[in-house]
């Protein structure tokens, strides 16, 4: 889909949720390359205002901030409702809180902040956006999930378990709301270059394994309009046949946790936000 067509289906205004720094602001720019308006949204206003002046700057479009704890519980709403003046035809929903270590190591608190920003906020947002998107007889919402989510791991069990759940909502909604002509994706990525992996994995460049977040942005949003579930990369996306297509469940799992050893072995365990 090309830039004018992109635009003429999603815009003129994009909402990007978890977009104060790697793949989120990744997805803004590429909005606003594309033409749209942006709202990014996320908790910390310093970094917010950084990159909504860095896009009005480079890409000559409007660029909101909205200020927002995803975690709370009423954040979609507020966020449906800070939003209701500008014409919104794109939800991007980034945010995710990724404990990486024991299961039980972690409070319940944070379990429930894993379970609120990854799985209550972003169905919420599907629910009062794709409302709107409905309503306006247009529009398109991705979720991000991750390889995570195919098959569970130790260390990662509850990113792995709430990645798995926006796979399952995204092909459902992708069929239901279809017939009201808003289309809705779910970007099932692996590693990523982003200040997030390079916290817990150590390393912070682009390689043959971790792409680039300007990439994914760019790929995820070139195939909204598809729907269902997108890998991209041609390594993740075979990687994603082998773990659903050709090996045992309890092989996959096997697999997985040897590579979640690695990154155990390469973090500073704790909670990380991408």
Known sequence: MNKA???ARYGPWAIIAGASEGLGAAYARECARRGLNVVVVARSRDKLETVRDDIVRRHGVECRAVVLDLAHPDAATVLDK?????DAGLLVYNAALSLIGPYASFSETQHRDTVAINC?????CAYLFGKRFTARGRGGILLMSSLAGLRGSPGIAH???????????AQGLGREYASANVDVSACCAGAIATP???????????SFFVMRPEKVAQLALDRVHKRGVYVPGALNALGAFMLTRILPRAAAVSILS???????????VGPVPR
């Open 5 to 7: 067509a992109f635009k």
């Open 82 to 86: 800070s939003t209701s003046a500008v």
């Open 120 to 124: 209550r906020t972003p169905a919420l």
């Open 159 to 169: 990113y792995a378990a709430t990645k798995a759940y926006l796979l399952t909502l």
């Open 196 to 206: 997030g992996y390079a916290a817990a994995s150590g390393a912070s460049k682009a």
């Open 258 to 268: 040897q590579s979640t050893r690695k990154l155990l072995a390469a973090s500073d």
